[in-house]
């Protein structure tokens, strides 16, 4: 196997490791009973459906713990129907952990929402950015009453959210857990790169009452 070692940033395999360590002292010595107690099973009230950037990570934009949000990412926080994987997620968070909010969250600057605005071909992705592509086709006539790019592009990014949240809401995982009587929240966020704050896009389903008829299974 090749040795050769890649580097990124002073980021390389061995500190990564080391990283770990300092962190497992450092969380040890502020905590003893840290992982006794994060070992014992997990019960959190939130499932983040967020972006793959890795300048976005759920824990840290939202000052919350290692057990506190239940976290799926993938490029440009794409949710469809036919996504199993997102699925499988969503399943299991709503029906076994019993999250009481599902929350789907854009960032402004976001690459893969970017690259849907261009009919540039990128590759493989090109089929994933499909989707967003989907969503600007939608909303087409807003988008075209938008003359500065830039806020094209962040209005782009609360859409793309906004109707994440949306089809989280028409499956029947979802709507399900509302006819049991199961207590959700399924909301619409963005993040700002430029100011860390979070931005809520006022987008929040309760029932099944929130759901468009079309979209509403007994």
């Known amino acids: 196997m090749c040795a050769k070692t890649i580097e990124t940033k002073d980021i390389t395999y061995d500190t990564l490791l080391q990283g770990n360590k300092d962190w497992v002292k450092d969380t040890i010595n502020s905590d003893p009973e840290f992982f006794d107690k994060l070992s014992a099973g997990q019960s959190p009230p939130v499932l983040w459906i ?28 794409v949710v469809v129907h036919t996504d199993m994987n997102l699925l499988s997620v969503l399943d299991y ?13 854009g960032h402004y ?5 970017k690259a849907a605005l261009g009919n540039k071909q990128v590759g ?12 600007y086709r939608t909303h087409e006539r807003e988008m075209a009453t938008i ?28 709507q ?24 809520d896009l006022n987008v ?15």
């Open 50 to 77: 967020g972006c793959s950037d890795s300048r976005v990570p759920a824990n840290q934009i939202t000052n919350t713990k290692p057990g506190d949000i239940f976290v799926h990412r993938n490029i440009a926080n």
């Open 93 to 105: 968070s709503i029906n076994v952990l019993k999250v009481k909010h599902v929350i789907v969250c």
């Open 109 to 113: 600057g976001c690459g893969g929402v």
């Open 124 to 135: 493989i992705i090109d089929n994933w950015l499909r989707n967003i592509r989907d969503v």
């Open 147 to 174: 003359e500065d790019p830039d806020q094209r592009f962040d209005r782009l990014v609360e859409l793309n959210a906004i109707e994440g949240a949306a089809n989280v809401t028409n499956t029947s995982i979802v």
């Open 176 to 199: 399900s857990a509302w006819a049991n009587g199961q207590e959700l929240a399924v909301h619409a966020w963005v993040y700002s790169l430029k100011t860390g704050i979070i931005k």
């Open 204 to 218: 929040t389903c309760t029932c099944g009452d929130d759901v468009a008829p079309a979209f509403q299974v007994g």
